[in-house]
């Protein structure tokens, strides 16, 4: 079992609220990895991380911002929450680069009404 | 265009059997290949991690294979049981950057019944 945790697992909200969703992991990992994913698709990659202070967007636009403050945690932001967030966001963290495992947390499943 | 194709779409057994789900990647240039393993609600866990040598890799009752010729693998399930019930999905990482992007595909749904 991966040591690492997000909060909260689900959340229902209005929109033009603004959420944080939280992601740690206790293993140490450099890397770290934000995914949103909707039922029956495949996994988007929506932020990464190389370290402390270092955060890029990955490949799929978002209006999210993450922040990378301190190794073990890597939150994940929307300022105004609106319908179509409404998803489910995975984050992930690995050893190093791309020929080392990904371990993913148990995801928040987001329902913006 | 990298892509990672995953067939059937859902796959129905009943318990005790026996079954195979494929994945055709084009992800070029190829670093490794992985199946993980979603329950439903949660987040996906991994089950193995092929590099381009290795044609075969067991963990337990999975044994995956690769043909990186062919760009095709495949996860076999033996002897399924009720908790085999999720989405398996496979993940091809190529080695053209330093991020080590990842290719997801959508998964196979497979239903394990009594």
């Known amino acids: 079992e991966a040591d690492i945790y997000q909060t909260p697992r689900y959340l229902v909200i209005g929109t033009g609220k603004k959420i944080t969703l939280e992601c740690s992991q206790t293993?140490?990992?450099?890397?770290m990895y934000w995914y949103q994913q909707d039922p029956g698709m495949e996994l988007h990659l929506i932020h990464y991380s190389y370290g402390v202070n270092s955060t890029e967007k990955g490949d799929l636009s978002s209006e999210s911002t993450v922040s990378r403050i301190r190794t073990e945690h890597f939150p994940l932001t929307l300022e105004s929450a609106r319908p179509s967030h409404t998803s489910q966001y995975l984050c992930a963290s690995s050893l190093a680069d791309y020929s080392y495992e990904q371990y993913f947390g148990p995801g928040t499943r987001l329902t913006v009404t | 265009k990298n892509q990672v194709e995953q067939s059937p779409q859902s796959l129905i057994i009943l318990e005790g059997k026996n079954c195979t789900l494929q994945?055709?990647?084009?992800?070029?240039?190829?670093?490794?290949l992985r199946w993980y393993k979603q329950d439903t609600g949660r987040g996906p866990v991994s089950l193995t991690i092929m590099t381009f040598s290795e044609n075969t890799k067991s963990n337990g009752r999975y044994t995956a294979t690769l043909d990186a010729d062919t760009k095709q693998s495949s996860l076999h399930i033996t002897a399924s049981q009720l908790s085999d019930s999720a989405s398996y999905i496979c993940?091809?990482?190529?080695?053209?950057?330093?991020?080590?992007?990842?290719?997801f595909g959508r998964g196979t749904q497979l239903t394990v019944w009594p």
């Open positions: 993940v091809v990482s190529d080695r053209g950057s330093t991020l080590g992007r990842l290719y």
């Open positions: 994945c055709n990647y084009t992800v070029s240039p190829f670093s490794n």
């Open positions: 293993m140490g990992h450099d890397k």
